[in-house]
């Protein structure tokens, strides 16, 4: 007897090579058994129609704020990734991070959360817990080395990694990188990069960061490939990842199912000269908030934000969508939904990337398989970054979403960013209930995900 069976289900699980109708029994919180005998469980869910997946895996996320003083976490993000059946993110991601990494997994676990939280340590904590330094200046070999220490302290407590936001901080130089891709390595961890620029700027940008993986043979992570990176040269940028996989580097990148990115107006993406990149056109700028919320910009307007509200959120609609298929398409390419959202405002992509990917890229337009779609969702994320999720494997966690392939959708939209997907049936987290129907029943399921070292 299980406490939980799944009945009837098509079960897909990549780490396995399994896709086929099965019943799937759970004992505690781990997977007992995959089976095409009939099995009883104390409690039965009838899944027949419906696809049975590992819990998805985000291996981009962005929400890491948390309030010492209040002891609350801000859970924007993560309900609507619970919503989407997400049941794991990878966080700290584009050099943006909490302050205390080791502090901050503890919090996790002593307060539960939505889902279950992986992290990487982030650059910009590591450089601004040394000193108010400038974001557009480089530091000395001093401040590295202490950032090196704290680098590796977060490494040995189950850090994936670390992230690098090189766009928001120019000062960034290979010194720097090197050093610490160095540390990266020395704990087998990934170094994952928002790199320098887009477009005309792309091929640069991925070769500088390339150079640093292969001068400290560092597995090396671009991030959101599809958007502030390879837009514009994406042909030549996933040539370029295949010459770079042949030669032996272990290299591979995240992307979003959307034509459009999101930042903060006064983060360095737009300083000056950047509307030349975009095609001198500021109507390729909405703006998610305040007077000026679901209008296209002009020059003035777009100044006067940024001058009167950086923190706001932009969206820019300057991809290409033949671009952002061809990088999904991509076998090195796995999921992240990069979601940011500022006051319930911001990019569909924290409320619908999931969805959006089966139902765009697997029904629509068919140009991804719904079997590799769940496993650039589940297994090929977590093998990426050894993260012991995704897989629906005998005496894994159980972490499982249930959906309906006729229905499933993302329903966010640029106007409405946090409009709930359907077709979400079950999210289990652990082997409980955390979602039925789209209701969230539990939102204290998740905890931290350590690296084992
Ligand atoms: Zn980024």
């Known amino acids: 007897m299980y406490d939980i069976v799944l009945k009837n289900g098509l079960v897909i699980n990549p780490e ?28 039965e869910y009838d899944c027949e129609g419906l696809v049975v997946s590992p819990g998805f895996v985000d291996a981009h996320a962005h929400e890491d704020s948390y309030d010492e003083q209040e002891g609350k976490f801000k859970l924007d993000i993560t309900l609507s990734m619970l919503k989407m059946g997400v049941t794991t993110i990878l966080g700290g991601q584009c050099g943006i991070g909490p302050k205390d990494l080791c502090q ?47 680098l590796e302290r977060e490494l040995g407590q189950g850090s994936f990694g670390l992230s690098f936001g090189i766009r928001y901080i120019p000062g960034l130089n290979d010194q720097e990188l090197l050093g610490l891709c160095q540390v990266v390595k020395k704990y087998n961890g990934v170094a994952a990069a928002h790199v320098r620029g887009d477009n005309e700027e792309a091929i640069d ?30 042909k030549e940028v996933l040539e370029l990842f295949d010459e770079c996989a042949a030669s032996g580097m272990d290299i591979a990148a995240d992307c979003y199912p959307y034509n459009a990115f999101c930042t903060d107006i006064g983060s360095a993406t737009f300083d000056e000269g950047f509307i030349h990149r975009y095609g001198d056109d500021y109507s390729k700028i909405e703006m998610t908030e305040g007077k000026y919320k679901a209008q296209r910009c002009t020059k003035e307007t777009f100044l006067e934000t940024r001058r009167d509200h950086p923190e706001y959120l932009a969206v ?11 990088a999904l398409k991509h076998p090195r390419t796995i999921l992240g939904s990069d979601g940011i959202l500022s006051n319930g405002n911001g990019h569909p992509r924290a409320s619908g990337s999931f969805p959006r990917f089966i139902r765009e890229y697997v029904i629509n337009k068919e140009i991804v ?79 931290s995900v350590r690296k084992l070292t």
């Open 16 to 43: 396995d090579k399994i896709m086929s109708v099965l019943n799937l029994g759970i004992i505690g919180n781990k997977i007992s058994r995959i089976t095409s005998e009939e099995i009883c469980g104390l409690k």
């Open 104 to 150: 901050y997994m503890d919090a996790l676990d002593q307060k539960g959360h939505p889902v279950n939280v992986a992290m990487l340590s982030a650059h910009g904590p590591l450089r601004n817990n040394q000193g108010d330094y400038d974001n557009y200046k480089a530091v000395d070999a001093k401040i590295v080395d202490a950032m090196k220490i704290q």
């Open 205 to 234: 940008s991925f070769e500088e960061f390339i150079q640093i993986g292969r001068e400290s043979d560092c597995k090396i992570h671009l991030s959101h490939i599809g958007s502030m990176a390879a837009f514009g040269q994406m």
């Open 316 to 326: 820019a609609h300057v991809m290409k969508e033949e671009e952002v298929d061809m």
């Open 369 to 447: 398989s719904l079997y590799t779609a769940i496993e650039k969702m589940t297994y090929q994320t977590a093998r990426r970054f050894d993260i012991p999720k995704g897989s629906l494997s005998i005496g894994k966690d159980a972490d499982i979403t249930v959906f309906d392939l006729e229905s499933i959708r993302d329903t966010a939209t640029f106007s409405n960013p946090v409009s709930n997907p359907e077709g979400i049936k079950y999210v289990f987290i652990r082997g409980e209930l955390a979602v039925r129907d789209g209701e969230i029943l539990r939102k204290d399921l998740g905890k």
